[in-house]
């Protein structure tokens, strides 16, 4: 699943996809774009334009306007498992994209109209030629109006070091099971959880309302830091001890052995020296 690095990387290629007028919508997959039938989307947003690209955790949308300047619907997009932004401008050059698994060069008839390719689950086109497409191989991302919010605690980038202690320290559950509910801080998957945990130096498993306000503040800076650190370099992988996440492997900062085991459900790996319950 994408973690909020990627997801913010898509948000920024949507940017190159504001202010252009929308001539056409391919809104036929009707499992990505459920519960709208085909058309539905493309009724509501032909002529008008998208106006601003926002993000929550993992959750994108963009504000639109209609073709009589009015707001429109907030059309929701999200990456699923594996799915990708692609922009293109006039010319069929990429203006913007994010980074993911890439889909090759696009088909085209003997006319130059370009196919729809197999895995465009969803497909935007512009007045000037261009076009957004929802390039999605495993069908699990999600196209639809007015996407529901109100599930979502905070993104994880913008909250405050006093908002941080509140929410995640006031819980029995394990400090990790605490940041990857999204409920509680929106954005945090399982290797930015393991890679924010090892350079705060905190156990995984370790009581949320257990650690004092020093050790919450100490991961909340961390976060952050991880955060730039991976949207800056493309996305989670980027992160100092994931690629030190596998047996045998020695942390990097001090060289103890790397342990294993399930915490909140999720394969977790952490330093056995200064992420013990003593450390």
């Excluded at 009589?68 to 932004?85: A, C, F, T, V, Y």
């Excluded at 980074?99 to 390719?117: C, M, N, Q, W």
């Excluded at 029995?172 to 409920?183: G, I």
């Amino acid at each position: 699943m994408p973690e909020l690095p990627e997801v913010e990387s898509a948000r920024q290629a949507l940017e190159a996809a504001l202010d252009r007028e929308i001539r056409a919508i391919d809104d036929n997959d009707e499992w990505v774009c459920r519960p709208h039938r085909p058309g539905d989307i493309a009724r509501a947003l032909v002529g008008g334009r998208l106006v601003a690209a926002h993000r929550r955790g993992k959750t994108i949308w963009c504000e639109t306007v209609g073709r009589d300047g009015e707001p429109g619907p907030h059309l929701g997009i999200h990456l699923g498992m594996g799915g990708r932004i692609i922009v293109t401008g006039p010319d069929g050059e990429h203006s913007g994209e994010h980074s993911g698994e890439h889909s090759g060069g696009e088909l085209v008839r003997p006319d130059r109209t370009p196919f729809k390719a197999e895995w465009d689950r969803f497909t935007m086109v512009f007045a000037d030629g261009g076009r957004l497409r929802l390039f999605d191989k495993r069908r699990l991302g999600r196209v639809r109006l007015e996407p529901d919010l109100s599930a979502l605690g905070p993104d994880a980038e913008m909250i405050s070091r006093a908002e941080f202690r509140e929410r995640v320290g006031r819980s029995r559950a394990p400090v990790k099971a605490r940041l990857l509910d999204q409920s509680v801080l929106a954005g945090v998957g399982n290797l930015l959880a393991d890679e924010t945990l090892w350079q705060a130096a905190v156990s995984p498993s370790v009581p949320a309302d257990e650690l004092d306000d020093g050790a919450l503040d100490r991961l909340h800076d961390a976060l952050a830091r991880s955060l730039k650190v991976a949207i800056a370099g493309g996305g989670v992988h980027t992160g100092e001890v994931i690629p030190f996440r596998h047996a045998e492997a020695f942390c990097p900062r001090c060289g103890a052995p790397m342990v294993t085991g399930k915490v909140g459900g999720r394969t977790t790996w952490w330093c056995s020296q200064e992420q013990s319950h003593t450390a």
